[in-house]
């Protein structure tokens, strides 16, 4: 059964204090790998789109990573305005997403 | 990034009646649109595939006579959810891929909190 599972489910980071959020998955014949924001009471906001193992891609302070197994975005000196959900998304025939790591940088 | 917007953002209703939730997409053509719906500290969970100038394509466990889709326009996309009871009351959200290849990004609209009393 294809699964998406995220850690962790929350996590509180001082500000400046950088970290990595997890998302790994058992698909096959996995066709890409997204991560999307999400503030509360609104729709996801696309991130990054990942389509093979060793692709990176970079957008201001965060930084996702793809394997054959997992992903990371990783998050740099953070700032209290990336608290977030963070979600995570595959696409085989059709997109699933994991639960999301709820993500508050404290100031 | 493409726009996708959703109407009404939040909307209350009684028991037994219907509502109409919009979504549009504003600056692309959208010939296939997502609908999903995501209950508190939960993921967003696919309800179906919305296909312009043909049927919508239901998830198991999704009741497609309750559920109604209707892709009138590459533009709109309708879901209605008809005789609506408490546990209906949900976050429901859309999304398009500006490609117009459902494996592509998809761009999400900002939801529409329907709450049923």
């Known amino acids: 059964e294809d699964q998406v599972t995220q850690s962790p489910e929350a996590l509180r980071l001082q500000e400046g204090e950088s970290s990595s959020l997890n998302c790994s998955y058992t698909v096959s014949g996995l066709r890409g790998l997204f991560w999307y924001r999400q503030d509360p009471g609104k729709g996801p906001e696309f991130l990054f789109t990942l389509y093979s193992a060793g692709e990176e891609k970079e957008k201001e302070r965060l930084k996702a990573t793809l394997t054959k197994k997992e992903s990371f975005l990783h998050i740099t000196a953070p700032k209290p305005e990336d608290s977030a959900t963070y979600l995570c998304a595959v696409m085989r025939d059709k997109i699933i997403f994991g639960k999301g790591t709820r993500l508050h940088i404290l100031p | 990034g493409a726009v996708v917007s959703q109407h009404p953002s939040r909307v209350i209703c009684k028991s037994g009646t219907s509502v109409k939730i919009e979504c549009r997409s504003l600056d692309f053509q959208a010939t296939t649109m997502f609908w999903y719906r995501q209950f508190p500290k939960q993921s967003l969970m696919l309800m179906a595939t919305s296909n312009e100038g043909s049927k919508a394509t239901y998830e198991q466990g999704v009741e497609k006579d309750k559920f109604l889709i209707n892709h009138a326009s590459l533009t709109l996309s309708t879901l209605t959810v008809t005789s609506a009871h408490p546990e209906d009351s949900s976050f429901y959200i859309c999304?398009?891929?500006?490609?117009?290849?459902?494996?592509?990004?998809?761009?999400f609209g900002p939801g529409t909190r329907l709450t049923v009393l």
């Open positions: 999304s398009a891929p500006p490609s117009g290849r459902a494996s592509d990004t998809q761009y």
